[in-house]
T-cell receptor
């Protein structure tokens, strides 16, 4: 079974609008972390935001927020006030802290976001 | 200068050739990783290392080998390259402890094409 599922291969959003990128995960470990990375066309991987499984509040970093719904095992990224520079591939990833895989991040397949005028 | 440096950034080679991708880091992290990115498949882990004496296979290690020459250096080798190893390769580091999340810090990627 996929540990991280991103069901939207591509998304479009108009500049200045908000957009939600979906991510669902699968784990039996009660202690885990969820990460979002951005990959612009230049190829580098940029860390955006982190949510721990025990965090009571949804994580926020500037225009990025993480809509964490633990019971649904979802960790959607919300980008507010989209900008042209937000056009990129976005990856959701998970680290499980109590299992033998604690050292690894498992990635989803990504969502390509295109911001239009 | 980048904290995690990969060389070469781009390489075109032929089937059967031996290729080495090198990674060095100045972050002082103990953990290093090699990931491979293919369109539609996301990033998949090839090998990872906790320190110079600890090397672990990831989910797609067949056809690859690694060497951790020092805490700061982690190399990925393709002994006999084949076309389906054409991909974007990332080296990454992390400093996993109770005080942090274990976020990965990535190099800029090495684009490998095998003809």
């Amino acid at each position: 079974a996929q540990k991280i599922t991103q069901t939207q291969p591509g998304m479009f959003v108009q500049e200045k609008e908000a957009v939600t990128l979906d991510c669902t995960y699968d784990t039996s470990d009660p202690s885990y972390g969820l990460f979002w990375y951005k990959q612009p066309s230049s190829g580098e991987m940029i860390f955006l935001i982190y949510q721990g499984s025990y965090d009571q509040q949804n994580a926020t970093e500037g225009r990025y927020s993480l809509n964490f719904q633990k019971a649904r095992k979802s960790a959607n990224l919300v980008i507010s006030a989209s900008q042209l520079g937000d056009s990129a591939m976005y990856f959701c990833a998970m680290r499980e802290y109590n299992t033998g895989t604690a050292s690894k991040l498992t990635f989803g397949t990504g969502t390509r976001l295109q911001v239009t005028l | 200068d980048a904290d995690v440096t990969q060389t070469p950034r781009n390489r075109i080679t032929k089937t059967g050739k031996r290729i080495m991708l090198e990674c060095s880091q100045t972050k002082g992290h103990d953990r290093m990783y090699w990931y491979r990115q293919d369109p539609g498949l996301g990033l998949r882990l090839i090998y990872y290392s906790f320190d110079v004496k600890d090397i672990n296979k990831g989910e797609i290690s067949d056809g690859y080998s690694v060497s951790r020459q020092a805490q700061a250096k982690f190399s990925l080798s393709l002994e006999s390259a084949i076309p389906n190893q054409t991909a974007l390769y990332f080296c990454a580091t992390s400093d996993f402890s109770a005080s942090n999340t274990g976020e990965l810090f990535f190099g800029e990627g090495s684009r490998l094409t095998v003809l």
